[in-house]
């Protein structure tokens, strides 16, 4: 399948600091990407949808401009959260579907997890 | 978006069969039915997808009834190693309107 690479895998940040965290597809154009967050014994929340080349759509509740989202090429979407606190602590995952195939499964990056100390 | 419901937790046997199902009454006309495993710590692995009736790969298998209002993993002859949560999700990741949702999961729990 395809791979879906994700860059930290563990970051320890301070309160009120920027954390970046990248999401590569490594052997596909990724058109269409989406990010996720997972709190300890929880299913997965969608927090956004980045489409190549255009502004990203949000969940209901998740604020853009503290997850800043970009997706400037179909292989590299970044979440930037800004002014990180505690409460954001979390674990964060990607995923991409590959636009050349007709399908429509996913593939997942090994997600991030952020602790905000 | 389709919801979907699993049974929370299941417990099984080494070597045994395991089979999960997943309903999911408000399915679409051009939603497929797809089932990932998710391990502590990483990211979902992709298991298996469908559309309808049966589909089968090296790893499972998937049941999918005339009505598409539900689905059944099967997973033959499980190890320790498929502890994991499954999840079900029912939807399009190709385009904004038809992304998918996540579910609670099954938390399977394989015994020696």
């Known amino acids: 399948g395809a791979v879906v690479s994700q860059h930290p895998s563990r970051v320890i940040c301070k309160s009120g600091t920027s954390v970046k965290i990248e999401c590569r597809s490594l052997d596909f154009q990724a058109t269409t990407m989406f990010w996720y967050r997972q709190f300890p014994k929880q299913s997965l929340m969608l927090m956004a949808t980045s489409n190549e080349g255009s502004k990203a759509t949000y969940e209901q509740g998740v604020e853009k401009d503290k997850f800043l989202i970009n997706h400037a090429s179909l292989t590299l979407s970044t979440l930037t959260v800004t002014s990180a606190h505690p409460e954001d602590s979390s674990f964060y995952i990607c995923?991409?579907?590959?636009?050349?195939?007709?399908?429509?499964?996913?593939?997942f990056g090994q997600g991030t997890r952020l602790t905000v100390v | 978006l389709a919801k979907t419901t699993q049974p929370i937790s299941m417990d099984s046997y080494e070597g045994q069969e395991v089979n999960i199902t997943c309903s999911h009454n408000?399915?679409?006309?051009?939603?497929?039915i797809t089932w990932y495993q998710q391990f502590p710590s990483q990211g979902p692995r992709f298991i298996i997808q469908?559309?309808?009736t049966k589909v089968t790969n090296e790893v499972a298998s998937l049941f999918i009834p005339a009505d598409r209002k539900s689905s059944t993993l099967s997973l033959p002859r499980v190890s320790l190693s498929d502890t994991a949560v499954y999840y079900c999700l029912v939807g399009r990741f190709n385009t904004n309107a038809g992304k998918s949702t996540f579910g609670d999961g099954t938390t399977l729990t394989v015994k020696p």
């Open positions: 408000n399915i679409a006309t051009n939603d497929y």
């Open positions: 469908g559309y309808k």
């Open positions: 995923s991409a579907r590959d636009g050349a195939i007709d399908g429509t499964e996913a593939f």
